[in-house]
């Protein structure tokens, strides 16, 4: 973006402040989203803050609270203020009472309790207000939030670990380790960055995996606060197959499994599995079926319900095909190792056959770098598969 005037070049350079700002808060506002602000002063910064957890002070407050000296002052806020009460009084009058005569923000709020009212209500009040300011910045700091707002479900973000062939693990499932070390961490602090981690129950039990954050993998300074609090872990697990014994269990923090409900598969008795899972410490919750296995509309429905924003899909090629048939992937994280695992092994993605080179499915790669000796790939979809 090109600013070609100095009032526009001043605002560009404060808003670049607060976003850097809001990017502190990555892992601990959740369900909120994250969100810096600059006040800003006969052209020199005052204050500044982030909104730093739920509940807590937003960021507009907590920049307000660091100075006494705003009457007059302009505050520059990535996302529009607040106009109502949640967990916290609306920023919106609280930068009205400080005094503030000028506010300009990154992008409107998408959430209907707000969606433009906390900006008529600064300029009710005589404020000058100027929005859209390194607006793609400032949405970029908060896709599943907006996500949700707009779409009612999270932001899908699916994490896939393959070799330079596009294999994912050998013929048995076996997939540890394709990667090394640094990558991990990678998927450490995606994994944090998570409201929920879904994966599928074939995953889950041939990895016997424990989907948690684990400080020392971050390798960052806030490493044992960041890890304090666990993404939900959710299992898409039809039939209730989950081990009483498995990994996942003996976690900290919440493991949800999505079944289907037992009028689908009278069969089974589910009612005395979904017992047994519940007392070893998950929480089974039925799902409508389709095509036989977990609906994964539901699922978007359950995730929107539990207020998740961004969501890390960790799975195998069938369930991960399945997300992106349905499309709902919206990001492709990819860490390619520098092996080859042969014509034997799994494949990346479980998706319909595609016979001509003209229905190939074409992905826009938005990042690409290097993380130790593997190949970290960020991509998406372009169009409908």
Same mark, same amino acid.
């Given at each position: 973006?090109?600013?070609?005037?100095?009032?526009?070049?001043?605002?560009?350079?404060?808003?670049?402040?607060?976003?850097?700002?809001?990017?502190?808060? *990555?892992y601990?506002?959740?369900?909120?989203?994250?969100v810096g602000?600059?006040?800003?002063?006969?052209?020199k910064?005052?204050?500044? &803050?982030? *909104?730093?957890?739920?509940?807590?002070g *937003?960021?507009?407050v907590?920049?307000?609270? $660091?100075t006494?000296?705003?009457?007059?002052?302009t505050?520059?806020?990535?996302l529009?203020?607040?106009? *109502?009460? %949640?967990?916290?009084?609306?920023?919106s #009058?609280?930068l009205?009472?400080?005094?503030?005569?000028?506010?300009?923000i %990154?992008?409107?709020?998408?959430?209907?309790?707000?969606?433009?009212?906390? +900006?008529r209500?600064?300029?009710?009040? &005589?404020?000058?207000?100027?929005?859209?300011?390194?607006?793609? #910045?400032a949405?970029? =700091?908060?896709?599943?939030?907006?996500?949700?707002?707009?779409?009612?479900r999270?932001?899908?973000?699916?994490k896939?670990?393959?070799?330079?062939?596009g294999?994912?693990?050998?013929?048995?499932?076996?997939? $540890?380790?394709?990667?090394?070390?640094?990558?991990?961490?990678?998927?450490?602090?995606?994994?944090?960055g998570?409201s929920?981690?879904?994966s599928g129950? #074939?995953?889950?039990?041939?990895?016997?995996?424990?989907?948690?954050v684990?400080?020392? $993998?971050?390798k =960052?300074?806030?490493?044992?606060?960041?890890?304090?609090r666990?993404?939900?872990?959710?299992?898409?697990?039809?039939?209730?197959?989950?081990? +009483?014994?498995?990994?996942i269990?003996?976690?900290?923090?919440?493991?949800?499994?999505?079944?289907v409900?037992?009028?689908?598969?009278?069969?089974l #008795?589910?009612?005395?599995?979904?017992?047994?899972?519940?007392k070893? %410490?998950? $929480?089974?919750?039925?799902?409508?079926?389709?095509k &036989?296995?977990v609906?994964?509309?539901?699922?978007?429905?359950?995730?929107? &319900?539990r207020?998740?924003?961004?969501?890390?899909?960790?799975t195998?090629?069938?369930?991960?095909?399945?997300f992106?048939?349905?499309?709902? +992937?919206?990001?492709?994280?990819?860490?390619?190792?520098?092996?080859l695992?042969?014509?034997?092994?799994?494949?990346?993605?479980n998706?319909?056959?595609i016979?001509q080179?003209?229905?190939?499915?074409?992905?826009?790669?938005?990042?690409?770098?290097m993380?130790?000796?593997?190949?970290?790939?960020?991509?998406?979809?372009?169009?409908?598969?």
């Amino acid at each position: 973006m090109k600013y070609t005037d100095a009032s526009s070049q001043t605002d560009a350079y404060f808003m670049a402040r607060a976003i850097r700002l809001a990017r502190l808060g *990555h892992y601990t506002t959740f369900p909120n989203p994250r969100v810096g602000c600059v006040l800003v002063k006969e052209g020199k910064i005052i204050a500044e &803050g982030w *909104h730093q957890k739920a509940g807590e002070g *937003h960021a507009e407050v907590n920049a307000l609270a $660091q100075t006494d000296d705003t009457n007059g002052a302009t505050a520059y806020v990535t996302l529009e203020p607040c106009s *109502h009460t %949640g967990r916290t009084p609306p920023c919106s #009058d609280a930068l009205i009472k400080a005094g503030i005569v000028r506010v300009v923000i %990154g992008m409107n709020d998408p959430n209907p309790l707000v969606a433009g009212n906390g +900006i008529r209500k600064l300029k009710a009040a &005589g404020i000058e207000v100027c929005s859209g300011i390194c607006e793609t #910045d400032a949405r970029a =700091l908060n896709p599943g939030f907006i996500h949700r707002m707009t779409l009612q479900r999270p932001f899908i973000r699916a994490k896939l670990a393959c070799s330079i062939d596009g294999r994912t693990a050998m013929a048995s499932g076996e997939s $540890q380790w394709i990667t090394g070390p640094a990558a991990r961490t990678q998927v450490q602090r995606l994994r944090a960055g998570s409201s929920a981690i879904i994966s599928g129950i #074939d995953s889950v039990i041939c990895d016997d995996s424990a989907l948690t954050v684990r400080a020392e $993998q971050l390798k =960052l300074e806030n490493g044992d606060q960041i890890a304090q609090r666990q993404p939900l872990r959710v299992i898409l697990d039809t039939h209730l197959r989950l081990p +009483i014994n498995a990994k996942i269990l003996k976690q900290s923090g919440e493991t949800v499994i999505l079944y289907v409900d037992e009028k689908e598969q009278k069969q089974l #008795d589910i009612e005395e599995k979904r017992q047994a899972l519940e007392k070893a %410490g998950a $929480q089974c919750v039925a799902m409508p079926v389709d095509k &036989g296995h977990v609906s994964l509309a539901a699922v978007m429905a359950y995730l929107h &319900g539990r207020e998740c924003n961004e969501v890390l899909l960790e799975t195998g090629a069938t369930l991960a095909g399945a997300f992106a048939v349905e499309g709902l +992937i919206d990001e492709l994280v990819i860490f390619m190792a520098p092996t080859l695992l042969g014509n034997g092994a799994r494949g990346l993605l479980n998706l319909p056959e595609i016979t001509q080179m003209a229905d190939q499915q074409r992905l826009e790669i938005t990042d690409c770098r290097m993380v130790g000796s593997d190949m970290m790939i960020t991509a998406r979809f372009i169009g409908k598969l």
